[in-house]
Nanobody, 120 residues
Framework: QVQVVESGGGLAQAGGSLRLSCAAS????????MGWYRQAPGKQRESVAF???????NYRDYVKGRFTISMNNAENTVALQMNSLKPEDTAVYYC??????????????WGKGTLVTVSS
């Protein structure tokens, strides 16, 4: 099995910063990509950013220039540095890990989420 554990999050004021971290562990052959999604109250889960094991990054327009995703391949961790936070960034943030297991994959695994609250 694969475990995905997020840390970080919390409360920040608008214009402030927070950093999220996520670690993947367990039984997998390699990581294809890691990413972050978020779900605000009453809304569907949406993607935020992802990074491939090769270092290719992709950001949604609403976080471009404010958020930075980074990955440590050796430690199977991913971080999301969130700057210039806005109240609309308030959401539960979920870490997503895509891994190869055995001869198959990639397969998706999710963390339980960490709450980010941005006050105006």
């Amino acid at each position: 099995q694969v475990q995905v554990v997020e840390s970080g999050g919390g409360l920040a004021q608008a214009g402030g910063s927070l950093r999220l971290s996520c670690a993947a562990s367990g039984s997998f052959r390699s990581i294809f990509a890691m990413g972050w999604y978020r779900q605000a109250p009453g809304k569907q889960r949406e993607s935020v950013a992802f990074i491939s094991s090769g270092g290719h990054t992709n950001y949604r327009d609403y976080v471009k220039g404010r958020f930075t995703i980074s990955m440590n391949n050796a430690e199977n961790t991913v971080a999301l540095q969130m700057n210039s936070l806005k109240p609309e960034d308030t959401a539960v943030y979920y870490c997503n890990v895509r891994v190869y297991r055995g001869l198959g994959g990639p397969y998706d695994y999710w963390g339980k989420g960490t709450l980010v609250t941005v006050s105006s």
